[in-house]
């Protein structure tokens, strides 16, 4: 079974930088995906950015040259920095794992952090 634990919310000035982090714990492979979705009220969850074991990366359009996702294997930690934040990027952030095992795929989340974007 797996935990994921997030930390790095809060309240963030417009231009400013924000920085995530989520930390994984328990049993799972070695092959995985790592990513953060965000969900903004009324609206339906939706990645923001993700990374395999292999470091191979995807974001969302969104943020897209602002953001940057990274993670430290050994310490099963993955990490989201989004730069000049805007309004947009309110929501709830959720951490994400997923895998393979041989029972077929598993998929983990977090509890979720607040992030609010304003003056």
């Known amino acids: 079974q797996v935990q994921l634990v997030e930390s790095g919310g809060g309240l963030v000035q417009p231009g400013g930088s924000l920085r995530l982090s989520c930390e994984a714990s328990?049993?799972?492979?070695?092959?995985?995906?790592m990513g953060w979705y965000r969900q903004a009220p009324g609206k339906e969850r939706e990645l923001v950015a993700s990374?395999?074991?292999?470091?191979?990366?995807n974001y969302a359009d969104s943020v897209k040259g602002r953001s940057t996702i990274s993670r430290e294997n050994a310490k099963n930690t993955v990490y989201l920095e989004i730069d000049r934040v805007k309004p947009q990027d309110t929501g709830v952030y959720y951490c994400?794992?997923?895998?393979?095992?041989?029972?077929?795929?598993?998929?983990?989340w977090g509890q979720g952090t607040q992030v609010t974007v304003s003056s």
């Open positions: 994400n794992l997923r895998y393979s095992s041989i029972w077929g795929p598993e998929d983990y």
């Open positions: 328990g049993s799972f492979g070695s092959f995985n995906i």
């Open positions: 990374i395999s074991s292999g470091e191979t990366t």
